[in-house]
T-cell receptor
Framework: NAGVTQTPKFRVLKTGQSMTLLCAQDMNHEYMYWYRQDPGMGLRLIHYSVGEGTTAKGEVPDGYNVSRLKKQNFLLGLESAAPSQTSVYFC???????????????FGSGTQLSVL | RKEVEQDPGPFNVPEGATVAFNCTYSNSASQSFFWYRQDCRKEPKLLMSVYSSGNEDGRFTAQLNRASQYISLLIRDSKLSDSATYLCVVNMYGGARGSTLGRLYFGRGTQLTVWP
């Protein structure tokens, strides 16, 4: 009963380094999302995917790339990390698009990323 | 104006108290509304959806006022375990699958502490 799993849980990077965050869901959900959460701000959508092989930009996509090669996995990449990308990152999934009243997002437990 | 605005909080209440949170949203075309709960250093989890007619789930009551574009959450008989941050979430646009995603906007959250 894993749900949505994110790895790693913590990471410290130096400015300019690259890394990939992995999100995996075992609920056969079509939609997957990457959010970031910063103090004093609501969760902001970075990128999302409406199905295997598709990705799209969210509210704050700059500096990030994503891939959805398999339906169950959604990867978030930072090619050249910057201190402004220090944040908590959450992956989420949903059965269908979140414009229906009955829909809900299932979140992973988050990744704390610090860029020095 | 931010898309979703919440009471700044924090709210500190004794056990057994009744507490209410309000949230306003900017887009009159918004279609769906939710309250999520987020415990410290944890992922958000859906608390309840908010329906036009208002809805209740145990000690929790959600109300929607479309004319004034606000949502409320009422917690009766507060428990220590209710201590958390409550996130107001609003969908801003509903699009067909594969086109513009119905995007969820998160408020910054209202922190609630229930003390014995």
């Amino acid at each position: 009963n894993a749900g949505v799993t994110q790895t790693p849980k913590f990471r410290v990077l130096k400015t300019g380094q690259s890394m990939t965050l992995l999100c995996a869901q075992d609920m056969n959900h079509e939609y997957m999302y990457w959010y970031r959460q910063d103090p004093g701000m609501g969760l902001r959508l970075i990128h999302y995917s409406v199905g295997e092989g598709t990705t799209a930009k969210g509210e704050v996509p700059d500096g990030y790339n994503v891939s959805r090669l398999k339906k169950q996995n959604f990867l978030l990449g930072l090619e050249s990390a910057a201190p402004s990308q220090t944040s908590v990152y959450f992956c989420a999934s949903s059965i269908d698009r979140p414009s229906t009243q009955s829909e809900k997002l299932f979140f992973g437990s988050g990744t704390q990323l610090s860029v020095l | 104006r931010k898309e979703v605005e919440q009471d700044p909080g924090p709210f500190n209440v004794p056990e057994g108290a009744t507490v209410a949170f309000n949230c306003t949203y900017s887009n009159s075309a918004s279609q769906s509304f939710f309250w999520y709960r987020q415990d410290c250093r944890k992922e958000p989890k859906l608390l309840m959806s908010v329906y036009s007619s208002g809805n209740e789930d145990g000690r929790f009551t959600a109300q929607l006022n479309r004319a004034s574009q606000y949502i409320s959450l009422l917690i009766r008989d507060s428990k220590l375990s209710d201590s958390a941050t409550y996130l107001c979430v609003v969908n801003m646009y509903g699009g067909a699958r594969g086109s513009t995603l119905g995007r969820l906007y998160f408020g910054r959250g209202t922190q609630l502490t229930v003390w014995p």
